[in-house]
């Protein structure tokens, strides 16, 4: 279930990017690449300007509350109080130094007593 809800989210989420994309701005935007003018040609430009503001804000209110059902009903456990400093643990494995081998030391003359 957590997957479907992952995956409706990622589709409204390319949706209302492509539909922001093609909303003209007073530069003409990306509307003209993508078909916008033939829209304008259908709807008029004034209702294709409606049309595609309400497709916006229909888009980003799912995808906030299906953002909201995966952020309570799917990850209520894995929150924590404390932050990663407050822990005090190491984040990153340490990397594990090879022994050091010393070389034998050759009997030789013993240092004088003093």
Known sequence: MFGFFVVINVIVCCLLIIVVLMQSSKGGGLAGTFGGAGMGAVFGVRRTADFLSKVTTVL????????????????????SN???????????????????????????EQPPAQ
């Not at 822990?87 to 340490?94: A, C, D, N, S, V």
């Open 82 to 108: 404390e932050s990663v400093i407050q822990t005090g643990t190491e984040q990153f494995p340490t990397i594990p130094q090879a022994p050091q081998q010393s070389s034998p030391v050759a009997p030789t």
């Open 60 to 79: 980003a209110i799912i995808f906030v509350v299906v953002t909201m059902m995966i952020n309570f009903f799917f990850l209520p456990g894995r929150t």
